[in-house]
């Protein structure tokens, strides 16, 4: 069995699992909402000997299901250019 080459000049290798903390660090949620995503079916977990891993398949499809954000723009502030205007207002 070889070894893949990694460092400078090298592609990383894609990962295809991933535990619950890197999730939670990934994603940026907390360890319930992990469990949570996992029971309602959204992740996929696997067990690997003892431990629980998730997808990256999973998780893509996941990020993919998001809807996206609702930005709104606020009204521009007018900026204060010199101390005697900072005084008037």
Avoid: C, F, W
Wanted: charged letters at 20%; zero cysteines.
């Amino acid at each position: 069995m070889s070894i893949p080459p990694y460092g400078p000049g090298h592609e990383p290798t894609r990962r295809a699992l991933y535990s619950p903390k890197e999730i939670e660090q990934i994603l940026g949620i907390s360890h319930a909402t992990v469990y949570r995503l996992l029971a309602a079916r959204r992740l996929d977990g696997r067990k690997l000997g003892g431990r629980t891993v998730i997808t990256a398949e999973s998780i893509n499809r996941l990020i993919g299901s998001l809807p996206p954000a609702q930005v709104r723009l606020r009204q521009a502030v007018p900026a204060v250019t010199s101390v005697s205007e900072a005084g008037a207002r």
